[in-house]
């Protein structure tokens, strides 16, 4: 992977290639996003793909983006309702299609995306291709844990619905590639989500990809803790969460909906006297504290991992403070090259599965 | 089902068979918890499973209980790692055991257990027997939301990691019910868990399940809103959320999990500058009202749906006031009738699926 020289500016920026379309709340959230960090970090240029008429005026409005921007024409949009299939047959004149197309390409490292997972996974599957030995790609998220860096990885959160007993060792692999990487643990603890600790608890498939775990742990180079529960998510019994991306979906669109509600409740409970109105006053300095700690849209960028260049999803009712947030991911797996460390390691658990 | 009445007393009291042993904190929780309902509700009185010798200590330290409890001596406990087989074949002498005899033989209305699910669950099933038409029993919860009541109905939580289509089906007729004599909701809406809200998303066996669940609407007086996701448990969007109990259990405990971490790091947040000091001392009161309205350990009491007796399982991590909070629930199911409701239901719903 080259990471491409902006043509506007004399200084080496990595190239996002980014979707303008797709995500819930159209692209004006999607161009304050990047407008947000071109102005946080001098590095970063963007090819944002979509119909060019539209989204000039956009950038146009920011101040000093437009010298960021490559505009790239792609007349349609991938909807949420899109069936992959559809996308794949038909779909070459999206948005979501052109922004994969020059990470295929070489024009950009990572492309972002917060359009329809399904048809994303699928588009990056078929034009980007997976890693020898990998059959499911995963989405890794990160999500806002008691450990002491703040976030545990969490796989998959939704790529596939799927996931046998060999791809979720795959995902322990990948994921904790992913933790070393992004998080600077040497030796990340690996847990694989369970409906409770007990060895006997849960499917059949579950009790399989335990012993294939928790054999690869020295190969690989993770401590393998067994079976954690959704509670261990947010915890700090482990720093990458094994799952299939239904439950691992769900899961984590559960904790963002709580953490939501809480977050309104607080609202409401401190409007409800003069005191508390008060209270509240003299609490902003804390909430935003928190709000900076666990604010869902700051860790919504997931990135697919096991394709042959790199991914970045972001949720789909991101406002510019998510993409923003999925933009900075991505520019920091463009540099820390994990990507190919990710295939190297993989590679040899794949020699090493061999009978 | 007999209202049994207490023999220490003149009133009529509604007698409910507590376990008290099995669950992560031992007696004492247990004990504290059922006192505190002792005291809440004169109407209420216990049968106390357990080893007499250790539990009778516990009882006679708190104010006014000794004359409400009942003890039956059990001397074993289903420890947590236990399988159910085990414990049908070798259980007899378990506390877990002696609870749910107490409602077959009609010597108390509803049990309640902070133990092992699989075992309370498989001793239900087998003791209690299911309800005609009824495969998997589920365990339902009450989840804080967004709705006017406050609570959505969520099944199954974790009684069975499967379930099929009809399953579904049942869990659908049966949370309707409950969201009908629990919360008071004339047509409560269901909805049904997936990853997404678009038909085409998810598993096969969802596909299925959501034209049966949407075909007998009309017969068992619910409105089915098609797919939910995770975040619409929290939401406003269904009263009723159907799901199999591997992805409800790793969905409410990712849940509680975050709502626990947020409440913890709220608290720091508070603790960081000495203004922050100031503004929590004036928070008191607008934090206890938000902790009375989304506390997990007040909505923990899950019920088993689908039997021919009333079980509630209270979270393994309960305190007092988790226990209580399960009683409470335990209490209330038992005087409204609702188990032969549920009944009727399924059994016009079963006599309607024939061909």
């Known amino acids: 992977m080259v990471i491409s020289r902006h043509t506007h500016d004399d200084t080496t920026r990595t190239v996002i290639s980014v979707d303008a379309m797709g995500g819930d709340v159209?692209?004006?959230?999607?161009?304050?996003?990047?407008?947000?960090?071109a102005k946080k970090n001098p590095k970063i240029a963007f090819i944002l793909h979509g119909p060019v008429a539209s989204l000039k005026p956009l950038v146009a409005r920011k101040k000093n983006l437009m010298d960021r921007v490559i505009f790239q024409n792609a007349p349609d949009t991938v909807r949420m309702q899109d069936k992959p299939t559809q996308v794949l047959r038909h779909g070459k004149s999206t948005s979501m299609w052109s922004a994969i197309e020059?990470?295929?390409?070489?024009?950009?490292?990572?492309?972002?995306?917060?359009?329809?997972?399904?048809?994303?996974?699928?588009?990056?599957?078929?034009?980007?291709?997976?890693?020898?030995?990998?059959?499911?790609?995963?989405?890794?998220?990160?999500?806002?844990?008691?450990?002491?860096?703040?976030?545990?990885?969490?796989?998959?959160?939704?790529?596939?619905?799927?996931?046998d007993a060999k791809d979720l060792l795959k995902f322990a692999i990948m994921g904790s590639s992913y933790a070393r990487n992004g998080l600077n643990l040497r030796c990340p603890r690996v847990g694989l989500l369970n409906v409770g600790i007990e060895q006997n608890k849960g499917h059949a498939v579950l009790k399989s990809a335990y012993d294939l775990i928790g054999s690869f742990s020295g190969e690989a180079k993770y401590e393998f803790v067994g079976f954690v529960?959704?509670?261990?998510?947010?915890?700090?019994?482990?720093?990458?969460?094994?799952?299939?991306?239904?439950?691992?979906?769900?899961?984590?669109?559960?904790?963002?909906?709580?953490?939501?509600?809480?977050?309104?409740?607080?609202?409401?409970?401190?409007?409800?006297?003069?005191?508390?109105?008060?209270?509240?006053?003299?609490?902003?300095?804390?909430?935003?504290?928190?709000?900076?700690?666990?604010?869902?849209?700051r860790v919504n960028g997931g990135v697919f991992l096991g394709l042959t260049g790199t991914v970045v999803k972001s949720h789909g009712s991101a406002d510019a403070t998510g993409v923003s947030a999925a933009v900075k991911l991505a520019f920091q797996l463009a540099q820390s090259g994990f990507a190919q460390k990710i295939a190297s390691r993989v590679a040899t658990a794949a020699s090493l599965s061999q009978p």
Chains 1, 2 share one sequence.
Request: proline share 5%; glycine share 12%.
């Open 26 to 37: 159209g692209p004006a959230a999607v161009v304050a996003g990047i407008a947000h960090s």
């Open 102 to 163: 020059a990470v295929r390409d070489g024009k950009a490292t990572v492309a972002v995306s917060c359009g329809n997972t399904g048809a994303l996974m699928a588009l990056s599957m078929i034009r980007l291709r997976k890693l020898e030995g990998i059959n499911r790609p995963a989405l890794a998220i990160l999500w806002p844990s008691r450990n002491p860096q703040g976030f545990n990885v969490m796989l998959d959160a939704g790529a596939d619905v799927r996931a």
């Open 229 to 297: 529960e959704g509670g261990d998510i947010p915890g700090n019994v482990c720093d990458v969460i094994v799952t299939d991306g239904f439950t691992g979906n769900v899961a984590i669109k559960t904790g963002e909906g709580t953490a939501n509600l809480i977050g309104d409740l607080l609202g409401e409970a401190f409007r409800y006297t003069p005191l508390s109105r008060l209270a509240s006053i003299l609490s902003v300095s804390s909430f935003r504290r928190l709000q900076k700690r666990i604010d869902p849209r």
